[in-house]
Antibody, heavy 113, light 110 residues
Framework: EVQVVESGGGLVQPGGSLRLSCAGS????????MSWVRQAPGKGLEWVAN????????YYVDSVKGRFTISRDNTKNSLYLHLNSLRVEDTAVYYC??????WGQGTLVTVSS | QAGLTQPPSVSKDLRQTATLTCTGN????????PVWLQQHQGHPPKLLSY???DRPSGISERFSASRSGNTASLTITGLQPEDEADYYC???????????FGGGTKLTVL
């Protein structure tokens, strides 16, 4: 079955950290660039970060540069997003996807005191 | 990072045809066609169309994508109640090495 499954979301205080994980299967994970995309409550989709298929290059939206880190482990068909120095405006459902492929259910990150 | 332009809302009658548009520039939509995503309230996005306008397995033939220059379109024929949803376009931007998204179009089926 073609799928991605995200995990690791939760409630965190401003300034805190989280690590999101994503497991991909059924679509040749290691040959795809992968992305994290987020959706704030009641808002549209926003691309957050990309990583090349071999993990050699990463790209970020300006608002998360220096705070978030995307990484992958192709031996485990897994994608990660380390979120540091979290802000209230980072509150969103975070999706892992090649975008041009399967989308998972997402994982909710809530940043609140 | 600038996004793609989509009309915020479109309303059409049951069984009619809706055409949703998505406008970008030569670095994204004009370079390679966007993907189209459907999202029902409370659910994750679902891929409707690949960048080459092909449909993934299981997507109805009522959905068809096309592109002319910097503008892409998603046409939905024979509108059904279940087509009522938000529709997003997203294109790879070759200058940013990033996916850029449209703001989404809310389709209402009357």
């Amino acid at each position: 079955e073609v799928q991605v499954v995200e995990s690791g979301g939760g409630l965190v205080q401003p300034g805190g950290s989280l690590r999101l994980s994503c497991a991909g299967s059924g679509f040749g994970f290691s040959s795809h660039w992968m992305s994290w995309v987020r959706q704030a409550p009641g808002k549209g989709l926003e691309w957050v970060a990309n990583i090349e298929d071999d993990g050699s290059q990463q790209y970020y939206v300006d608002s998360v540069k220096g705070r978030f880190t995307i990484s992958r482990d192709n031996t485990k068909n897994s994608l990660y997003l380390h979120l540091n120095s979290l802000r209230v405006e980072d509150t969103a459902v975070y999706y892992c996807s090649p975008v041009d492929g399967p989308w998972g259910q997402g994982t909710l990150v809530t940043v609140s005191s | 990072q600038a996004g793609l332009t989509q009309p915020p809302s479109v309303s059409k009658d049951l069984r009619q045809t809706a055409t949703l548009t998505c406008t970008g520039n030569s670095n994204n939509v004009g370079h390679q066609g966007p993907v189209w995503l459907q999202q029902h309230q409370g659910h994750p996005p679902k891929l409707l169309s690949y960048r080459n306008n092909d449909r993934p397995s299981g997507i109805s033939e009522r959905f068809s994508a096309s592109r002319s220059g910097n503008t892409a379109s998603l046409t939905i024929t024979g509108l059904q109640p279940e087509d009522e949803a938000d529709y997003y376009c997203s294109a790879w931007d070759s200058s940013l090495n990033a996916w850029v998204f449209g703001g989404g179009t809310k389709l209402t089926v009357l």
